[in-house]
């Protein structure tokens, strides 16, 4: 069930407000129409879960995204993750197929993960594993080498050749 939330003051929803004659009221939805599943949705996970959940769930998120970058960096894999971030971007896989299978975000040479709350530290050893496996083959002979991704992502989080060095300190 797709769905977005957008969460503002109260001040700032006037802003959005239109007038629908056929209801005589004021909407406030930003695509002016919504299924009324999703608010249910919504209103009742957050209600089961409560603050503490939600927070539980938020930990748990970052130390998963954090313990995944570490993974990528420690294997010599560009990498970068804000502060505070769940998306770990990465440099993107050579092959097609891993990318489909693993359900990766690509743009030019990078590739992120959106560590979401069902995402355990068993998936993402998996991930890693098979990552390192796969680069080990693409990258085998030298014919290839890791792109530079120092623009993107900054010199101290790219490993490429030039700026490798710069993850061991």
């Known amino acids: 069930m797709p769905c977005g939330v957008h969460i503002t003051r109260k001040e700032y929803v006037a802003l959005l407000a239109q007038n629908v004659e056929y209801i005589a009221t004021l ?15 919504i209103w009742y996970g957050l209600n089961i879960k409560g603050y503490k959940g939600i927070r539980q769930d938020v930990r748990k998120c970052l130390m998963n995204a954090q313990y995944l970058r570490d993974g990528l960096r420690n294997a010599g894999i560009s990498t970068m993750l804000n502060e505070m971030s769940i998306v770990v971007v990465f440099e993107r896989p050579l092959d097609d197929e891993f990318i489909k299978h693993w359900q990766l975000s690509c743009v030019g040479n990078m590739a992120h993960v959106v560590v979401m709350p069902h995402v355990t530290i068993k998936m993402l050893d998996d991930f890693l594993h098979d990552l390192v496996l796969k680069r080990n083959i ?32």
């Not at 990258?139 to 030039?162: H, M, R, T, W």
């Open 138 to 169: 693409w990258y085998e002979y030298g014919e290839v080498q890791p792109p530079c991704l120092a623009k993107e992502i900054g010199v101290f989080n790219c490993s490429c050749l030039d700026h490798g060095k710069g993850l061991m300190n």
């Open 27 to 41: 909407d406030t939805t930003i695509s002016g129409s919504r299924s009324g599943h999703t608010p249910i949705f």
